[in-house]
């Protein structure tokens, strides 16, 4: 069982910088992959990116790629989303995920943090 708690949302400008956290409970973060979504209002989910347990991975959706960093530090049960050159098609609430290391689906998940980019 993974309990997920993302934070650091807000309001930013256009072009401005934003991280969020998310922070993990348990004691073996590193056999979860995390990844990172997000929705607007009105539109369906949309996959932002990914980590591999041990960070040796990433990957990112075409529209963030460039702008936004995954990161992770397993010693404190932490992920992170970087995120740059914020523009406001980026605005919606951002959610971490985690999922066991093979395994497709992603079981676990966080309340969400809004962030909100005005022009």
């Known amino acids: 069982q993974v309990q997920l708690v993302e934070s650091g949302g807000g309001l930013v400008q256009a072009g401005g910088s934003l991280r969020l956290s998310c922070a993990a409970s348990?004691?073996?973060?590193?056999?979860?992959?995390m990844g990172w979504f997000r929705q607007a209002p009105g539109k369906e989910q949309e996959f932002v990116g990914r980590?591999?347990?041990?960070?040796?991975?990433?990957s990112y959706a075409d529209s963030v790629k460039g702008r936004f960093t995954i990161s992770r530090d397993n010693g404190k049960n932490t992920g992170y989303l970087q995120m740059n050159s914020l523009k406001p098609e980026d605005t919606a609430v951002y959610y971490c995920a985690a999922r066991v290391v093979g395994v497709t689906t992603y079981r676990y998940w966080g309340q969400g943090t809004q962030v909100t980019v005005s022009s």
């Open positions: 348990g004691r073996t973060f590193d056999s979860y992959d």
């Open positions: 980590i591999s347990g041990r960070g040796g991975s990433t």
